[in-house]
């Protein structure tokens, strides 16, 4: 079955980063364009950043300049580089395709800012 596993979250300061990771098994990673999305607490999931296959990339307005979406088709692994975060950024991550199905949401790894 699909598994994507989110790892990499934690708490860090204001205008601190985080690299978030996502494990992908069960499909064939390379034929997929890939998402990152968050969800803030009491807010819908939203998109952040998605990368197709081909490595064309969108970011959300209000990540934009400060996150990083990358993958590796060697390690079926989908990375969310994240720099200058505020505490606008703190919510739970979550990987899935692009667009979601929504069978294949994981647990999701949580990023906690906060001084």
């Known amino acids: 079955q699909v598994q994507l596993v989110e790892s990499g979250g934690g708490l860090v300061q204001p205008g601190g980063s985080l690299r978030l990771s996502c494990a992908a098994s069960g499909i064939i990673f390379s034929t997929y364009a890939m998402g990152w999305y968050r969800q803030a607490p009491g807010q819908q999931r939203e998109l952040a950043a998605s990368?197709?296959?081909?490595?064309?990339?969108n970011y959300a307005d209000s990540v934009k300049g400060r996150f990083t979406i990358s993958r590796d088709n060697a390690k079926n692994t989908v990375y969310l580089q994240m720099n200058s975060l505020t505490p606008e950024d703190t919510a739970v991550y979550y990987c899935?395709?692009?667009?979601?199905?929504?069978?294949?949401w994981g647990q999701g790894t949580q990023v906690t800012v906060s001084s």
């Open positions: 990368i197709t296959r081909g490595g064309r990339i």
């Open positions: 899935n395709i692009y667009p979601s199905m929504s069978l294949y």
